[in-house]
């Protein structure tokens, strides 16, 4: 009798643990991981899938990880907003509006990230400007914003896209032109990259690149990358103790690969590994570069790809994908 008690009492015990164990959730993937040296085995498995997180976007852009929160944060540039994403409570709005605040409709944010106090610092494409958030509601309903930089030598940017902020709160952004509407004045006779230093003054770093997108900036601080849109290039700077750009040189030609690719996604965002790796969007997914510019291998989208953040153990890199969000999983 006593070892029937304990039977029923085991296998009511077993049949409760089971039920209330919260099942992992099983997301729809895309795309395939092409490998091209071996070497990028290092960062990636070649049986990784690449999961589709959220969708239902219109261009998604600018992700942000907030390691505190275990959130990532995304721009939807046309739809004006920001959304918020975490594994318990999938999506919610983040930031509405996000980067254009004035009446009628124009771009939202585009690049974000975090400063050196824990700050998201913002490229409004709509309102012209590079601006940090100030203050925001629980359902992201307007939110207050400061700016931080909006004109160069008395004439407003075109529309800052991409940004990257040093360990000296030193604000890197580009300035092209693929924020403007056809309505909308140009001031600027070029397309820049510029930098905001920590007392806020503004200072141009070159203008030779005719559609200067992505940018980042190496671990060390020594390297600044810029990704051209047209002609499809990687390109780094060394960066002097004064802060100016010399022995500039093309790290990478795309413009071969962006011909042939199936998704004609011209270089755009990039997350930079602690060892120098370059994870970088463009034709048909990230590219994974090494600092000098070989091309180890892609995490293969065939899809339009934004732009890509890593979490904070750099474990997990999360994608910017057209109307999507994705996830893929990376060897620590």
């Not at 509407?181 to 070029?190: H, M, N, R, V």
């Not at 203008?207 to 810029?226: A, F, M, Q, R, V």
Request: negative net charge; aromatic residues 10%.
């Amino acid at each position: 009798m006593r070892k029937l008690f304990y039977l029923i009492v085991c296998t009511s015990i077993f049949f409760n643990c089971t039920t209330t164990t919260t099942k992992k959730k099983v997301y729809e993937t895309i795309g395939y991981i092409q490998k091209i040296e071996d070497a990028f085995d290092t960062y990636v498995n070649p049986n990784t899938k690449i999961e589709i997180i959220s969708k239902g976007y219109i261009w998604t852009e600018g992700p942000l990880w907030l390691k505190e929160e275990q959130a990532l944060i995304f721009s939807d540039v046309v739809a004006n907003t920001a959304y918020k994403w975490t594994e318990k409570d999938s999506i919610s709005v983040f930031l509405s509006p996000s980067g254009y605040t004035q009446e009628g409709k124009g771009q939202g944010s585009n690049g974000l990230f975090l400063d050196k106090k824990g700050n998201i610092v913002l490229c409004q494409t709509g309102d012209r400007k590079v601006a940090a958030l100030e203050q925001i509601s629980t359902q992201g309903a307007n939110p207050q914003y400061k700016t931080l930089a909006e004109t160069f030598e008395g004439k407003r940017f075109n529309a800052p896209n991409d940004l990257v902020i040093d360990s000296n709160n030193t604000i890197y952004f580009t300035d092209p032109n693929f924020g403007l509407s056809p309505e909308t004045a140009k001031e600027l006779d070029f397309q820049g990259v510029f930098k905001i230093n920590k007392e806020g003054n503004v200072q141009l770093l070159t203008k030779k690149w005719p559609t200067p997108n992505g940018i980042h900036i190496s671990p060390d601080e020594k390297t600044l990358y810029i990704a051209n849109s047209e002609p499809a290039l990687l390109i780094a700077y060394d960066i002097t103790e004064e802060g100016t750009l010399i022995k500039e040189r093309i790290l990478f030609d795309m413009q071969t690969m962006l011909t042939n690719s199936v998704a004609k996604q011209k270089p755009d965002g990039m997350a930079i590994k602690k060892d120098g790796t370059i994870f970088l969007a463009g034709p048909d997914g990230v590219l994974v570069l090494t600092p000098e510019g070989k091309h180890l291998g892609t995490i293969r989208t065939d899809k339009l790809t934004a732009n890509c953040v890593f979490n904070e153990d750099e474990s997990v890199l999360y994608i910017t994908c057209h109307q999507l969000i994705l996830r893929v999983q990376l060897k620590p």
